[in-house]
């Protein structure tokens, strides 16, 4: 555990993050300066890794992770240049490339996310890059947060003060208590479960019956979608990633059609042979290939309302520990790589912990509107949109620049005052970022 010697003006800003996850690290990666001592806490042990669950990396997240230094190798990308939707028996029924507003193409990167974890660790804790490596404390279970004091108190008694805490523990965070003290509804089941699990590509390239036309990426890598017309509510969608070894599958089932009860968890078990019994009628060829895994998870998809503010004194959540949303348009994790960012760019030459509760205050008022608005979207997005009304929603994501993009061109001269002298002004900020195009009229 770092040192809770009282700092003097000379010392690096002690910033804690709780979790060590994707958006942790993000933060860990984002924040490095000379001027820092960051530690990132988690939970669980090194060796526990991301199940078989790959994420699709927008503009928007290309852009943040670009601006942390990584590169599409660095994170075993897969470029993707649109979707393909077909019927449950396979039949095409449309597709799109992905573009910009102009009409200019776009790509996507389709990255596992193990595979983003280990790069973004890589670069947290790499001797070579800006300031000290991050610290990386394994087993550390945070029970409580002081959100003005910046102490963390963990399991075994510890209690670490620091200058900065990030709340970067997910949907079950410990930190958001510290944040949103008024009561604030639980997560809610969308009314959809999800089978998730990856397998060798290979084992598609070398069927005897060869590759299906849903996966015939020779023209261009695509996310295939398969979409049941049979009023039954099942979905599922496929594409490659770790530089096309592995392909990500994910079935999506309404709550009611399953067998046994599932939970909200990553880590939770699915039975195959109920996944094969609910997806009849699908492709003989996905059929084959849900009996080729010998492993998968089952989690019910939840629904949670934007929260009231993401940050309280000292301390903010980010991530879904912040905004967690069902993955119907893919952007959880760009989100958070988008919270990230807005961290490092507004603190990367603060000095004074004093200033911190009054840049917190900024970050929130630039991220909370444009979080919260996907967070919705997400949630129509559930349900059947027409392809242009999707493709729509999406080029609005994409629009995002990074923070700076969102606030005033003099946003510099928001640090360092208190929170009063800058009200007027972050509402600004605010507005700035609806002119800028982040958040849908």
């Not at 009054?358 to 559930?382: C, D, F, H, N, T």
């Amino acid at each position: 555990m770092p040192s809770n010697t009282e700092p003097t003006s000379d010392d690096p800003l002690r910033i804690t993050i709780v979790g060590g996850g994707i958006a942790g690290l993000a933060a860990a990666t984002a924040l490095r300066s000379p001027s820092h001592l960051i530690t990132v806490h988690e939970r669980n042990g090194p060796d526990v890794l991301e199940f078989g669950a790959a994420v699709a990396l927008g503009p928007n997240g290309i852009k943040m992770v670009r601006s942390m230094g990584l590169t599409r190798d660095d994170v075993n990308g897969v470029l993707c240049g649109g979707y393909k939707a077909f019927s449950h028996q396979g039949k095409p029924l449309h597709g799109r490339p992905w573009v910009s507003e102009s009409g200019s193409p776009v790509d996507w990167w389709l990255v596992h996310r193990q595979d983003l974890k280990d790069a973004l660790l890589r670069s947290a804790t790499s001797p070579s890059g800006s300031g000290s490596p991050a610290t990386i404390v394994y087993g550390a279970r945070v029970i409580d947060v002081d959100a003005h004091s910046g102490k963390v108190m963990f399991a075994d008694g510890a209690v670490v003060e620091a200058d900065l805490v990030i709340g970067a523990d997910g949907i079950h965070s410990e930190a958001r208590a510290a944040v949103v003290q008024d009561p604030h509804p639980a997560p809610l089941p969308s009314g959809h479960s999800m089978y998730r699990f990856v397998l060798p590509f290979k084992l598609f390239q070398d069927d005897a019956g060869g590759l299906p036309e849903q996966l015939d990426y020779s023209n261009g890598v695509h996310l295939t979608l398969l979409v049941a017309q049979d009023g039954t509510d099942r979905n599922v969608v496929i594409y490659p990633c770790r530089s096309m070894k592995l392909l990500n599958i994910a079935c999506a089932v309404p709550d009611k059609k399953l067998k046994h009860e599932t939970t909200y968890s990553w880590t939770a078990a699915g039975i195959v042979d109920d996944m094969v019994d609910l997806f009849q009628g699908f492709p003989e060829w996905l059929l084959n290939a849900f009996q080729k895994t010998n492993e998968v998870k089952l989690f019910q998809l939840r629904d949670q309302e934007p929260l009231p503010r993401y940050a309280r004194g000292r301390t903010c959540l980010i991530g879904d520990a912040a905004h967690a949303m069902v993955p119907y348009q893919g952007q959880g994790v760009n989100q958070a790589l988008e919270d990230a960012e807005g961290l490092g760019v507004l603190l990367k030459n603060v000095k004074d912990k004093d200033e911190i509760p009054g840049v917190l205050e900024l970050w929130e008022r630039a991220r909370k509107p444009r979080a919260s608005e996907i967070q919705l979207g997400s949630r129509l997005a559930q349900q059947r949109l027409a392809p242009e009304t999707f493709a729509r929603m999406m080029r609005i994501h994409w629009r995002y620049e990074g923070i700076r993009s969102a606030l005033p061109d003099n946003w510099e001269r928001h640090v360092g005052r208190d929170e009063k002298e800058m009200e007027g002004d972050v509402e600004k900020a605010a507005l700035g970022f609806e002119r800028n195009g982040c958040v849908e009229a």
